[in-house]
């Protein structure tokens, strides 16, 4: 029971650090407990790997010019690189939620409840927490969030790179998953471009782009 969060309620600012210290202490509870019982999916380098392949369809279907593609495929290498080189030991990897937007959270009484496990499986803890802050968090209550989380677990700020690598990688993702969707095409057809010459163009350059997500 409860309602989703929305920023213009009362209290929203200690909801959003509430809303940290719950994702940290999942993580916290994900790096203790043995998870090999269970067949989830598995967010690795290669997962994103396979994924960020389907957008040469993209040049197939016109969906976007050779170009643009050229500058997709250098965001997604620089993505993988950056990935590639996290660690991977259980304080960093494990059992997480893998969509923990801002609308899979409930309120009631004060107290935050995470909903809609559909996607949970084995990742960084860092590609979970990209998702809250490039999912529906402005950039007033980004900084919340993440004290709420530093509240309860390590986080230093040389992290948010990979955490910007994780979020872009979710927003290519999804548009690699859709180029084969006819209905989607031709919002696609001006998106991708538009992000692939702002977005991925900058963080080739090694800007930050958590604001523009």
């Known amino acids: 029971d409860g309602v989703h969060f929305t920023p213009s309620d009362p209290g929203a ?5 509430r809303f940290g ?7 916290d509870f994900s790096s203790r407990w043995s998870s090999s019982a269970y067949i989830r999916p598995n967010y690795n380098v290669d997962h994103f790997r396979r994924i960020f392949a389907r957008l040469l369809r993209g040049v197939d279907l016109d969906v976007f010019s050779e170009a643009i593609y ?22 960093n990897w494990g059992m997480i ?4 937007h801002v609308g899979n959270f409930l309120v009631r009484d004060g107290k935050i409840s995470p909903i809609d496990f559909s996607f949970c499986g084995y990742g960084h803890y860092l590609f979970d927490l990209s998702i ?3 999912g529906g968090l402005n950039a007033a209550l980004r900084p919340l969030f993440l004290s709420g989380y530093r509240r309860l677990r390590p986080l230093p700020e040389s992290s948010l790179r990979a955490i910007e690598a994780y979020a872009l990688a979710g927003r290519v993702s999804y548009y690699a998953y859709q180029i ?14 538009r992000v692939a010459e702002t977005i991925c163009q900058r963080f080739i350059r090694g800007e930050s782009i958590l604001d523009d997500l």
């Open 13 to 17: 600012t200690a909801l959003i650090e």
């Open 21 to 27: 210290e719950l994702v940290a202490r999942l993580h």
């Open 70 to 91: 050229r500058i997709l495929r250098a965001a997604t290498q620089a993505i993988l690189a950056e990935i590639e080189s996290l660690p991977v030991d259980p304080l």
């Open 97 to 100: 939620h893998a969509d923990l």
């Open 132 to 134: 809250p802050l490039a």
């Open 180 to 193: 084969d969707n006819p209905t989607e095409q031709a919002w696609l057809k001006t998106r991708i471009p």
